[in-house]
Structure formats: C-alpha cells, structure tokens
C-alpha cells in the first residue's frame, strides 16, 4: 500500500524557516489531492494547507502568507515551505494524501509527522 514519510522538522528560533517533505511511496498509481495538517499538544489537528493534483492550493488564515505548499508529481512528494515561524507554529506536522493504490484502490493515507519546534 502506500507510505508517507514526513521530514524536514526541527528546532528552529522565531523568524526562521523550515522545508518540510512529504514522500510518497509503495504501489501507488496516482495521488489527487494532499494536504499539510498540524496538532499541538492539547489542540485538535489543524488543516493547514491543501494542494489538488493539477496544484490548486488553499491556506489557513493563520498561514497565508508564511507557508507555501507544492508538489513534485515526478517524485510524488509535496513539501511545505513555512517562513516567518513563530512559538504558535509549534506542533507535528502532518501529510494526508488522497491517492489511489494498486492493491486497495482510493483511500486516504496519513503520514506519522515530523515535529516542529519554535523557539529561541
């Protein structure tokens, strides 16, 4: 089926910047839309942005303007750009993809997270 591998995280000071990735692999034929979330300790998990397969995107108001997502179709993995991190952007980041898979068709698949951290 397919996995999705998170990566990129990391402690970083208020300001900074992070890429994080999103990899696809295993016996997949097509993947349509992903999508970056995030959750918090405490909170529940927050979408933050989306991208369909012909690269339409969507944000978060919280994000708008610091985060940009895109997608690598030849190496199906999305990343995610964020900028101008502050404490509140502390949280596991996740991918959920919409993709299609030899062996089990359409189904969503989840990512196990990468942690981001903000702090000086």
């Known amino acids: 089926q397919v996995q999705l591998v998170e990566s990129g995280g990391g402690l970083v000071q208020p300001g900074g910047s992070l890429r994080l990735s999103c990899a696809a692999s295993?016996?997949?034929?097509?993947?349509?839309?992903v999508d970056w979330y995030r959750q918090a300790p405490g909170n529940q998990r927050e979408l933050v942005a989306s991208?369909?397969?012909?690269?339409?995107?969507n944000y978060a108001d919280s994000v708008k303007g610091r985060f940009t997502i895109s997608r690598d179709n030849a190496k199906n993995t999305v990343y995610l750009q964020v900028n101008s991190l502050t404490p509140e952007d502390t949280a596991v980041y996740l991918c959920?993809?919409?993709?299609?898979?030899?062996?089990?068709?359409?189904?969503?698949?989840w990512g196990q997270g990468t942690q981001v951290t903000v702090s000086s």
């Open positions: 991208i369909t397969s012909s690269g339409i995107t």
């Open positions: 959920n993809a919409d993709a299609v898979d030899s062996l089990w068709g359409r189904r969503r698949y």
């Open positions: 295993g016996t997949i034929l097509r993947i349509f839309g």
